[in-house]
């Protein structure tokens, strides 16, 4: 059964401070990668998008990385700030134009 | 470009009656999917269409649940005679391509039934 698995569920930390959220996902075929930022009451934004090929990718202070060989995933947030405070989600796409599965998110909370 | 519009962003129903959710893509995108979140959950899919074809609605449930995407206007998720278990946000995302090329997400429609 095609499934992505997040860890933790939820996170608080302090501003400034850096975090890693996991992921790991039994999906095949695999075809990317994505995380996502999804503000409460907001649809999910593109963070990363990692193929097969790629381990590591960063957009500002995020930095995705992946290993196809472990099928896990991680997630690194820099130097945190309170916008940061959001549900972050891993999802992982298989083949062609099927839908994306998605994990359940890990909650961050970033405390002043 | 205003991306992708859903509406309305919150619509509360009574059980029996009929929701209708739009979702108009972005422009140039001619590829909708349809996902339901239930609370603390995941976004789970639910259907697929491209302009005036059902591609994939293996997520639909099989009663009372339908999409649509006519040639003119958005595409409409319809839900019949909702219960409370329906109560969700509901969220549209469209694409240029099958292979999700530029894939972009509405801001949802959060239905509440009473």
């Known amino acids: 059964k095609n499934q992505v698995e997040q860890s933790p569920q939820s996170l608080i930390i302090l501003e400034g401070k850096n975090c890693t959220l996991q992921c790991n996902y039994t999906v095949s075929p695999f075809s990317n990668l994505r995380w996502y930022k999804q503000d409460t009451g907001r649809g999910p934004v593109s963070l990363t998008i990692?193929?097969?090929?790629?381990n590591t990718k960063s957009n500002g202070r995020y930095t995705a990385t992946l290993d196809a060989d472990t099928k896990q995933s991680s997630l690194h947030i820099t130097a945190s700030q309170l916008s940061d405070s959001a549900s972050y989600i891993c999802?992982?796409?298989?083949?062609?134009?099927?839908?994306?599965?998605f994990g359940a998110g890990t909650r961050l909370a970033v405390h002043p | 470009n205003a991306g992708v519009m859903q509406n309305p962003r919150h619509l509360v129903r009574r059980r029996g009656q009929e929701a209708r959710l739009r979702c108009s893509p972005m422009k140039g995108h001619s590829h909708v999917y349809w996902y339901r979140q239930l609370p603390e959950e995941g976004l789970k899919f639910m259907v697929y269409?491209?302009?005036?074809?059902?591609?994939?609605e293996s997520g639909m449930p099989k009663e009372r649940f339908s999409a649509e995407f006519p040639k003119e206007g958005p595409s409409i998720l319809r839900i019949q005679q909702v219960v409370r278990g329906d109560s969700a946000a509901y969220f549209c995302?469209?694409?240029?391509?099958?292979?999700?090329?530029?894939?972009?997400f509405g801001s949802g429609t959060r239905l509440t039934v009473v």
């Open positions: 990692m193929t097969f090929s790629e």
């Open positions: 269409l491209q302009k005036e074809n059902i591609i994939d």
């Open positions: 995302a469209s694409s240029r391509t099958g292979d999700h090329d530029g894939y972009t």
């Open positions: 999802v992982v796409t298989s083949g062609g134009y099927n839908k994306l599965i």
